[in-house]
């Protein structure tokens, strides 16, 4: 599939987030960009609110920009991920490399989502995600819809009556996308984020810290605390003082 961009006429190939809730089988698939850490979990995001609701337990592919080391028991997250998975509630078990075991029901809806895709938008162009993303959602909902052979209802209706009663309420906010990385104080207690500096209290100086941006705000934290924030600039080489 391909996505044209109308002002640039750029033609990009995007990907495809698929997840699958265990007792129902019922699927939520959308295209993005790429697997980006940013796109991959704000598509976790956008899972979330379409089941309306939030499970006890998340088992992703271990993508290598989210998950550090897969390991059933301590598994290491990158922070965004964890930050997610702490604003949420919810316990993150990745899957283990060349394990389909650990997540059968999700291999199984990446088949049936590549089925549907490639028999009906293979040949197709979009000018948007959204556009496509429509067309995607459509038909791999379609079989939700249909009776099952063996038992009664269909797959919509065993999501209501088996996993939507279970799900967890979502939080009033939804979680933001953050880039974390850590930064050393200097010793005018500045750090330093894109070739901008933002002061801290001085007592800091020395010390290793972890600072949050968001797209209009920077957050400097340490020990699981805030210790102070400034509004993003976007400009190089000036200094934000508190």
Request: proline share 8%; glycine share 4%; charged share 25%.
């Amino acid at each position: 599939m391909r996505v044209i961009s109308p002002e640039t006429g750029e033609c990009q190939q995007p990907k495809v987030f698929v997840a699958v809730l265990g007792a129902s089988n019922y699927t939520f698939a959308e295209a993005t960009y790429t697997q980006s850490l940013s796109d991959w979990l704000l598509s976790h995001v956008r899972m979330l609110e379409f089941f309306g609701g939030v499970p006890e337990i998340l088992v992703p592919d271990n993508l290598k920009s989210g998950v550090g080391k897969a390991c059933r028991y301590d598994p290491e997250l990158n922070p965004s991920y964890q930050q997610l998975a702490e604003h949420y509630q919810v316990a993150v078990i990745p899957a283990r490399p060349r394990k389909p075991r650990d997540k059968p029901k999700a291999e199984v809806g990446v088949q049936i989502v590549e089925r549907w895709i490639l028999a009906r938008l293979r040949h197709q162009v979009f000018f948007s995600l959204t556009e496509l993303t429509h067309c995607i959602r459509s038909p791999v909902t379609e079989p939700d819809e249909h009776l099952f052979k063996k038992l009664p209802g269909n797959h919509r209706e065993a999501f209501k009556r088996l996993d939507k009663i279970v799900l967890r309420p979502l939080p009033v906010q939804p979680w933001r996308y953050r880039y974390i990385k850590k930064a050393k104080v200097n010793i005018d207690y500045h750090v330093e984020y894109e070739q901008h500096h933002y002061s801290l209290p001085h007592q800091h100086v020395g010390k290793t810290v972890e600072l949050h941006a968001f797209n209009n705000l920077i957050e400097v934290w340490s020990d699981r605390q805030m210790i102070t924030s400034h509004p993003r600039c976007l400009h190089p080489g000036n200094s934000t003082a508190a």
